[in-house]
């Protein structure tokens, strides 16, 4: 429906009718135009890896590549940082970094609309709009590669190589938030289902809400994003920390983050549980219910806000 404008959470601002807009537009880029992306479609991958750059670089950041090889090809991870600004006597030491991110590469045989063009999409919409915040603490948006199988929770996915670095070097991270299938959001009855029936006792069965989900260990980081997420968001929420054994728990870049002992948290539609269109050739960007991603984008917006004062 063109124009359309008003969603079940309400009508947009004016704001979030040009984030609508942005996230729609970058969704196209990557599910409409450069299409299925990984190690199979190779050039496609590198398209997305160079549309995300440049997109970071026309906001006006700094970005790094973070490289490493697999099966003997360059893959990269693309990030973007804002330092902190520290007064008084926190100066003598960096900041603690908040990372904001989401895997650009797409399964095998799907353009990857939702999974995960959506948090790609929010990802960049997120860092244009702290391209010149002065934040306390340092921000690093981050597009992991090579997110899917047969990398997905091996020592070659993107976000463990990233976050292995980090631990090296030292990096005091407060929080990471994996931003993954964001976009798709439905009204019918028994539209949600759960990867086990005893959590569908305490959980909706209609799936029109967005979900934080982390490990037992993250718990306070996920109470924290959660809180300020209902304080200002315009969608439904629900928030779990669960054992990370439970499936689809850890099936994101946030496992990496925890292998690596930070904390970390999952924001998601809940995928495989919710969209019919999961790890499909039709996962399109004609699936995605655009107005209740963007109340999900721009509540995240005030989240990070919240969690930089801390
Ligand atoms: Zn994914």
Request: aromatic share 10%.
């Amino acid at each position: 429906m063109p124009g359309k404008n008003v969603s079940k959470a309400g009508p947009l601002s004016p704001a979030e009718v040009v984030l609508r807009e942005e996230l729609r537009a970058d969704v196209q880029k990557l599910a409409g135009e450069i299409g299925e992306r990984n190690m199979w479609h190779y050039a496609a991958l590198n398209a997305a890896a160079d549309f995300i750059e440049d997109s970071f670089l026309q906001a006006g950041l700094r970005t790094r590549r973070d490289n490493y090889e697999t099966g003997g090809q360059p893959c990269h991870n693309i990030e973007a940082e804002i330092s902190g600004i520290q007064e008084g006597a926190a100066v003598s030491s960096p900041p603690p970094i908040i990372i904001i991110g989401a895997h650009y590469d797409s399964v095998f045989g799907s353009p990857g609309a939702n999974d995960n063009g959506t948090g790609v999409a929010a990802t960049l919409a997120l860092a244009r709009r702290f391209a010149r915040a002065k934040p306390k603490q340092t921000l690093r948006f981050v597009a992991f590669v090579n997110e899917e199988p047969p990398y997905f929770l091996s020592g070659e996915m993107g976000s463990q190589v990233y976050a292995s670095r980090c631990k090296e070097r030292g990096d005091k991270i407060s929080g990471m938030i994996s931003l993954e299938t964001i976009g798709y959001f439905s009204d019918a009855p028994h539209s949600q289902t759960y990867p086990s029936p005893g959590l569908g006792m305490f959980y909706p069965n209609v799936g029109n809400f967005i979900g934080f989900v982390s490990n037992v260990k993250s718990r306070v980081l996920l109470r924290r994003v959660v809180t300020s997420f209902r304080k200002h968001a315009k969608i439904p929420s629900e928030g779990a920390s669960l054992p990370a054994f439970i499936p689809g728990v850890s099936w994101s870049d946030q496992w990496a983050f925890w292998q690596n002992g930070y904390p970390a948290i999952m924001v998601t539609d809940t995928a495989p549980f919710r969209y019919p269109y999961y790890h499909s050739s039709n996962d399109t960007p004609d699936k995605l219910d655009y107005d209740s991603f963007t109340l999900v984008v721009s509540g995240m917006e005030k989240v990070i806000q919240d969690l930089d004062k801390l």
